[in-house]
């Protein structure tokens, strides 16, 4: 059982569109996290959030806790968003991160 | 700084080996992560140092052995490791505590065990 559910698992996109990545969760927690993993390892995050909605730059998250649903907005897509985009959220009951499984995004010029 | 350092990126040993990866950061946090991440997976929990002290341990394997000697160093003990541990090995820190949790991670050890 996945307490962290993430879709799609890929995604392939046309430089400039606007991209959706969901992420729904089953536990209570304290912050949900998105990070960012390119190709090679190193893991970014991106923000961290416990309500409402966040923006930075192209980027916009949002979270819904009483759905336990948050997602990730990505507004004029360029082929350097190519990247893995995974949801982690911090449980309210300890230091344990859940990571959801990842989504594959492609971002074609 | 909000950096997390790891050496060696990468790291080939054999199974007789014993080798070790190493972790820094000077944020001032007292939480950090060793985590493993096979290709395509999400990352994988392995142990949990919360104020320089072992707060989780996802059942490990003895090959593996952490050690926390400050409150900015994590190291990962690696011996008579097997083929199937070759992974990318990923240290984190955060803040300890609820609402401030950023997660930091750092670039990662790539490890191939031959």
């Known amino acids: 059982k996945n307490e962290v559910e993430q879709s799609p698992q890929n995604l392939t996109a046309q430089e400039g569109e606007f991209i959706t990545i969901n992420c729904s969760y089953s536990?209570?927690?304290?912050?949900l996290h998105w990070l960012q993993q390119h190709p090679g390892g190193g893991i970014v995050s991106l923000f961290m959030l416990s309500s409402g909605k966040k923006k930075h730059g192209r980027l916009i998250a949002t979270i819904n806790i009483q759905e336990k649903h948050s997602s990730l907005h990505i507004t004029a897509s360029h082929p350097r968003d190519s990247a893995v985009y995974i949801c982690a959220v911090e449980p309210n009951t300890g230091n344990q991160f859940y990571f959801g499984t990842g989504t594959s995004l492609t971002v074609i010029p | 700084d909000t950096e997390v350092t790891q050496t060696p990126k990468h790291l080939v040993m054999g199974m007789t080996n014993k080798k070790s990866l190493k972790c820094e950061q000077h944020m001032g946090h007292r939480a950090m992560y060793w985590y493993k991440q096979k290709a395509k997976k999400p990352p994988e929990l392995m142990f949990v140092y919360s104020y320089e002290k072992l707060s989780i341990n996802e059942s490990v394997p003895s090959r593996f052995s952490p050690e926390c000697p400050n409150s900015s160093l994590l190291n990962l003990h690696l011996h008579a490791l097997q083929p199937e541990d070759s992974a990318l090995y990923l240290c984190?820190?955060?803040?300890?505590?609820?609402?401030?949790?950023?997660?930091?991670f750092g670039e990662g050890s790539r490890l191939t065990v031959l």
């Open positions: 984190a820190s955060s803040q300890e505590g609820s609402l401030s949790g950023e997660l930091f």
């Open positions: 536990v209570g927690i304290s912050a």
